[in-house]
């Protein structure tokens, strides 16, 4: 359980979301992009990338369907849906406001006070 | 927002369905998600092999993830309970005794409740087999509560009633029924004409009776066969309507057949056929109909839809006090009340119903000590499953899933339970339902389990199987994963403190033991009535019965046909003596006869000085029967019509009417509107039922007073073997033309033993459940606790413990716990007894042989249950005890 605790709750769902709102992709394909976007700075446990993805589909955030692999396998692709985008905006206005605010509150000198 | 839910309830359901698929695809997904994976490693130069090992290592615990895909699908609770459904399959097989013994345990407990709320459904809860059956009353007489009426007051009720759609009347009647030349006796119902519209049948096939067939006596020589008889009696002939019989010679046609569910209006009784009460003279020999203290019939009737029963009941009295004050000397008193049809009215409908009630409660007991039995033993199997239970607790379970776990596999065993007892119940309940106990008379209790009897079995499986699934909480609850591992076996603690299963062990056999008193005070109560004076001896006797107006004879020719008769089973060697009777004690049927002292002028009801049995009998009677005159002369072939009217009468009706029995020669009392002499005492004896007080009963000649009705009593020194084929054979060979029915006495007396044999079979098989369900508790707890202390026990044998202090060590607890439930059951039990006292002859609860016998009893039950963990315990070797662990 030691690395998922690292990530905080919520960001895999903002994560996976970002992935695949720049294009359809299967999970092994979402994992890749996490890694590229984020600089390799945040890893997670190939494993529990599927229970997310599965609670995404059942929110009706993500939809799936059967394709095929740049090399050539049967994968599982997955996209936003229009409540998906809807709810991806929300969580980045949302998270940039916490991160500025954090930023900020964590940039404070003694003589600003 | 219910849009989601259908949804969602739809997509639960198609996962259920398609559950197999979703699991595969899921799989598909994953696998694809590895291959991707070692596909990129093999690029980075890595061996195919090593590529796959190294994806799936990284990927992590599959099945825990499948697992959380799963739930995050929304279908976790449907697989979870298929889930614990399968463990618990897993965990019951892995224990296959205490898997059986549970299922038995509960097969026993479900299946006699099954089988006694059958007997409830059928004659106490289910209205009788008509269309809206539950608007049907039966009218009994307010005083005695009794259901006989006379036919001229159901007229009169009938027509001045407002509260009825309609009063029908009906009898129980036999006669000679002849459809090929050789007649037969038949019982029947005896019917007024709008019987079948009142109840709303309709005919399987032609057509019924109707009130407007009826044009006075004798006017309507109808018969309506019942769908059994139709089929038996006349092979399903479908041209049937028209067709010509002889009942009692006369002749009377079949108009049509009743649907096959119809058998009347009476629970135990399946008339053969219904013939129209108008012809009453006919059918029964005389008339019955003209006299208003003929009481005979039995009425029911379809309440109007609105009345209440309080309402009917009023205007049924209204117009008995018309009767009253329009006939005192019959109907002095007239009130009426209401009760439900199908048993005679309260007659037997009181008792069966108590009975019946008591058994419920008796049943339910049984199952409660089922469970009780049950609760220790999970509660006992969820101790020694301590260890798997800390484990999964310590892997992350929670304590609920491990408690839905303990309740399946208890729901799981006690819906196995159920199956086994219901199956076993439905063959028991089969047969009873076509056990006809009286020979010749067509009597039997159609008992067949409906949808109401399956759905009660299945609720009590489940309540059962909470019931006692929920007595290993608390110990889950106070499971910790730490101790558990760390002591590896626990609660050495709490040897020394009641635990509940010790309280549930001393429950049970106080059930056990209620169950056991009651069944010895029946059976005891049955072996007592078997050895009272019954006021005759059965014993090398054979009855004759026939009907001399079967065969078509004139009423002034019956007493010489009676005569013939006589005198011609008198001349078969080895009789010894002979004589007959219009009726004999302890037969089906009984009527009480109004008696009045001698001074009595005015015989209205409230004047009667006692209610005796009546017997018209000939001379040689009492010799045939074996009754023994204590006093007098006995009844002779010169009490003649034109002497005086003479009577023997028993010792109580001598107290009752001449205080005591030396009074009694040459007194009188009036009876049937007649003055009778009394010229001889015989001893009392059983008349109704073994289990009655003693009746007064009166013998009086029945040339002087002369019936059809002839049971003829012959005695030989030969044995009954060889006495009834040369009967029959004397008999037939006379060519009267009258229907015979031969038995011994001993035979037809089951009769009479009926209810009797029957409650103590009940009580009997109940008291044997409730001992078997003690064995198996106490041998439960026993070995239970002798497996858990073997250890110790070795020990204190190493270290010269003698085998009385290992044996008190090992069993001393379940020995206690036996003292204290018995003697609480056997308290419980005596406090019962009072209940079986109205079915039970003499049912006391302070017989000294009933105490014995259930101390004895519940002794021998411990010491076969304690008999095997005792054995064990003292073959204890502390040796190898000590090097097993």
């Known amino acids: 359980m030691g690395e998922q605790a690292q990530i905080l709750p919520g960001t895999l769902d903002l994560l996976i979301l970002k992935a695949v709102s720049l294009g359809p992709l299967h999970g092994y394909g979402i994992l890749l992009r996490i890694g590229q976007i984020s600089g390799a700075a945040l890893e997670i446990e190939q494993g529990a990338l599927y229970p997310a993805l599965f609670r995404l589909v059942r929110q009706g955030l993500l939809k799936a369907k059967w394709g095929t692999s740049e090399n050539n396998r049967k994968a599982k692709f997955y996209e936003l849906t229009a409540s998906g985008r809807k709810r991806l905006r929300e969580e980045e206005d949302g998270w940039n406001r916490l991160a500025a605010a954090m930023t900020a509150a964590l940039s404070a000198r003694p003589e600003e006070i | 927002m219910s849009l989601a839910a259908s949804a969602y309830f739809r997509s639960l359901l198609s996962r259920f369905f398609r559950r197999e698929d979703v699991a595969e695809e899921m799989e598909q997904e994953l696998q694809a998600h590895i291959a991707l994976r070692a596909d990129d490693l093999e690029r980075g130069g890595i061996p195919r092999g090593e590529a796959e090992r190294r994806a799936r290592i990284e990927f992590g615990a599959r099945e825990r993830y499948k697992e959380e895909c799963h739930q995050a699908t929304g279908g976790s609770r449907f697989e979870g309970l298929i889930k614990d459904v399968r463990y618990a399959l897993r965990m019951l097989r892995k224990s296959p005794g205490f898997t059986l013994i549970a299922i038995g345990t509960l097969a026993l407990g479900i299946g006699a409740n099954a089988i006694v709320f059958s007997l409830l459904n059928a004659l106490v809860l289910r209205p009788v087999n008509v269309p809206h059956g539950e608007q049907i009353y039966q009218i009994e007489q307010g005083r005695d509560?009794?259901?006989?009426?006379?036919?001229?007051?159901?007229?009169?009720?009938?027509?001045?009633?407002?509260?009825?759609?309609?009063?029908?009347?009906?009898?129980?009647?036999?006669?000679?029924?002849?459809?090929?030349?050789?007649?037969?006796?038949?019982?029947?119902?005896?019917?007024?004409?709008?019987?079948?519209?009142?109840?709303?049948?309709?005919?399987?096939?032609?057509?019924?009776?109707?009130?407007?067939?009826?044009?006075?006596?004798?006017?309507?020589?109808?018969?309506?066969?019942?769908?059994?008889?139709?089929?038996?009696?006349?092979?399903?002939?479908?041209?049937?309507?028209?067709?010509?019989?002889?009942?009692n010679k006369f002749a009377y046609t079949v108009l049509g057949v009743a649907p096959e569910g119809f058998r009347g209006t009476e629970l135990f009784f399946a008339p053969e056929f219904w013939a129209p009460m108008v012809d009453d003279e006919q059918l029964n020999g005389f008339n019955t109909l003209k006299a208003r203290s003929n009481r005979g019939k039995w009425i029911v009737g379809r309440l109007r839809p609105g009345v209440t029963q309080a309402?009917?009941?009023?205007?049924?009295?209204?117009?008995?006090?018309?009767?009253?004050?329009?006939?005192?000397?019959?109907?002095?008193?007239?009130?009426?009340?209401?009760?439900k049809p199908g048993?005679?009215?309260?007659?037997?409908?009181?008792?069966?119903?108590?009975?019946?009630?008591?058994?419920?409660?008796?049943?339910?007991?049984?199952?409660?000590?089922?469970?009780?039995?049950?609760?220790?033993?999970?509660?006992?199997?969820?101790?020694?499953?301590w260890r798997e239970v800390a484990l999964r607790l310590a892997l992350g379970s929670t304590r609920g899933r491990i408690l839905r776990q303990l309740l399946t596999e208890a729901v799981l065993v006690s819906l196995g339970g159920a199956a086994a007892g219901f199956a076993g119940s439905i063959v028991l309940l089969r047969w009873l339902s076509a056990w006809q106990p009286i020979p010749d008379i067509p009597i039997n209790v159609p008992v067949n389990p409906d949808a109401?009897?399956?759905?009660?079995?299945?609720?009590?499986?489940?309540?059962?199987?909470?019931?006692?699934?929920?007595?290993?909480?608390?110990?889950?609850?106070?499971?910790?994963?730490?101790?558990?591992?760390?002591?590896?076996?626990?609660?050495?603690?709490?040897?020394?403190?009641?635990?509940?299963?010790?309280?549930?062990?001393?429950?049970?056999?106080?059930?056990?033991?209620?169950?056991?008193?009651?069944?010895?005070?029946?059976?005891?109560?049955?072996?007592?009535?078997?050895?009272?004076?019954?006021?005759?001896?059965?014993?090398?006797?054979v009855q004759v019965n026939t009907d001399v107006d079967m065969g078509g004879y004139k009423p002034e020719q019956r007493a010489a046909m009676q005569r013939r008769l006589l005198d011609a089973v008198a001349t078969i060697p080895g009789v010894s003596a002979a004589g007959y009777a219009d009726r004999v004690p302890l037969n089906i049927g009984w009527s009480d006869s109004s008696v009045y002292s001698d001074s009595t002028t005015d015989f209205k009801p409230s004047n009667v000085a006692a209610d005796a049995n009546a017997y018209r009998v000939s001379p040689g009677y009492f010799e045939a029967a074996e009754t023994a005159l204590r006093a007098g002369r006995a009844i002779t072939w010169n009490d003649t019509k034109d002497s005086p009217a003479v009577a023997v009468i028993n010792q109580e009706f001598a107290r009752k009417l001449f205080r005591s029995e030396r009074n009694a020669l040459g007194g009188h009392f009036k009876m049937w509107g007649q003055r009778f002499l009394v010229v001889g005492v015989v001893e009392d004896g059983k008349y109704r039922t073994l289990s009655e007080d003693p009746q007064p009963a009166v013998f009086v000649s029945i040339v002087q007073s002369p019936s059809s009705d002839t049971w003829l009593i012959v005695r030989s020194n030969r044995g009954t073997d060889e006495l009834g084929p040369a009967l029959e054979r004397t008999l037939n060979g006379m060519n009267t033309g009258l229907p015979f029915i031969i038995s011994t006495w001993d035979r037809e007396l089951g009769?009479?033993?009926?209810?009797?044999?029957?409650?103590?079979?009940?009580?009997?098989?109940?008291?044997?459940?409730?001992?078997m369900l003690a064995?198996?508790?106490?041998?439960?707890?026993?070995?239970?606790?002798?497996?858990?202390?073997?250890?110790?026990?070795?020990?204190?044998?190493?270290?010269?413990?003698?085998?009385?202090?290992?044996l008190r060590a090992a069993l001393g607890?379940?020995?206690?716990?036996?003292?204290?439930?018995?003697a609480s059951g056997l308290l419980l039990g005596l406090a019962a007894t009072r209940l079986l006292s109205f079915i039970v002859y003499q049912a006391s609860p302070r017989d000294p042989i009933v105490l014995a016998g259930v101390v004895l009893t519940m002794m021998l039950l411990g010491l076969l249950a304690a008999w095997i963990p005792a054995m064990r315990a003292l073959g204890a070797d502390p040796v190898m005890l000590l090097r097993e662990e």
């Open chain 2, 311 to 339: 309402q009917a009941v009023a205007d049924l009295n209204s117009v008995g006090a018309y009767l009253s004050k329009t006939y005192p000397s019959d109907d002095d008193g007239a009130s009426f009340s209401l009760t």
């Open chain 2, 145 to 247: 509560r009794a259901p006989s009426q006379s036919y001229l007051d159901y007229i009169d009720l009938r027509d001045r009633n407002k509260s009825f759609d309609g009063l029908a009347a009906y009898e129980i009647d036999k006669v000679g029924l002849d459809i090929d030349g050789t007649p037969t006796q038949a019982f029947f119902f005896e019917a007024s004409g709008n019987y079948f519209d009142v109840l709303g049948v309709k005919p399987y096939l032609g057509r019924f009776f109707h009130a407007e067939d009826e044009h006075g006596f004798n006017s309507a020589p109808y018969i309506v066969l019942s769908y059994a008889t139709w089929q038996t009696r006349f092979h399903s002939d479908a041209n049937i309507a028209g067709r010509v019989v002889r009942v």
């Open chain 2, 452 to 541: 109401r009897t399956y759905g009660v079995a299945v609720l009590l499986a489940l309540m059962s199987g909470v019931l006692f699934g929920i007595v290993p909480v608390r110990q889950v609850m106070r499971a910790h994963p730490y101790q558990a591992i760390k002591t590896g076996n626990n609660i050495t603690a709490g040897v020394r403190r009641i635990t509940l299963r010790d309280i549930l062990l001393a429950l049970q056999i106080a059930v056990c033991a209620v169950l056991v008193t009651a069944s010895l005070v029946a059976v005891r109560g049955m072996v007592r009535s078997l050895h009272s004076s019954l006021g005759f001896n059965p014993s090398n006797a």
């Open chain 2, 813 to 822: 607890r379940v020995v206690r716990l036996l003292v204290v439930g018995s």
């Open chain 2, 751 to 771: 009769t009479a033993l009926f209810a009797a044999r029957a409650a103590s079979l009940a009580l009997g098989v109940l008291g044997f459940l409730g001992a």
């Open chain 2, 343 to 385: 048993l005679v009215g309260d007659m037997l409908g009181a008792p069966v119903r108590a009975f019946v009630a008591g058994l419920m409660l008796l049943s339910g007991l049984i199952l409660l000590a089922a469970c009780a039995n049950l609760g220790s033993l999970f509660s006992a199997r969820a101790a020694d499953r």
């Open chain 2, 775 to 806: 064995v198996t508790g106490i041998f439960g707890l026993g070995a239970y606790t002798v497996s858990r202390r073997l250890r110790e026990l070795g020990i204190r044998m190493a270290l010269g413990a003698g085998k009385t202090q290992v």
